[in-house]
């Protein structure tokens, strides 16, 4: 069995891929790059995914964040793929995604060096 932690470092890898993805994309160049666009859902399944498989006692610790929704959007990503607002996940990526990820990165433990 996977630790709660493991999980968190795959949430924190898939959103610094994205960042790397996006660099200095505009909306605009968003919304017109459907190779961008799968990418970023690939990415954002994944970490979907991943808070999923978080131990129950470590999402009810940390309830401030949106775990349903974090993994409605992965199903929404996944099952409705063809009903995606692409306007929608260019919000979660620019609003919700940067507070998520500041928020997960203190309860990674450090890697031993």
């Known amino acids: 069995m996977r630790l709660d932690a493991t999980y968190l470092q795959d949430m924190r890898l898939a959103g610094r891929e994205m960042g790397r993805f996006l660099g200095a994309v505009t909306e605009p160049g968003f919304l017109g790059d459907p190779l961008l666009q799968a990418a970023v859902a690939y990415k954002l399944a994944l970490i979907g995914e991943a808070a999923g498989h978080l131990s129950p ?11 349903q929704r974090i993994r409605g959007l992965r199903n ?16 979660i990526l620019q609003r919700e995604l940067p507070d998520l990820l500041a928020y997960i990165e203190p309860l990674i433990p450090a890697e031993p060096q």
């Open 57 to 67: 006692e470590f999402r009810a610790a940390h309830a401030s964040i949106p775990w």
């Open 76 to 91: 929404h990503l996944i099952h409705a793929y063809g009903d995606v607002d692409q306007l929608a996940v260019w919000r």
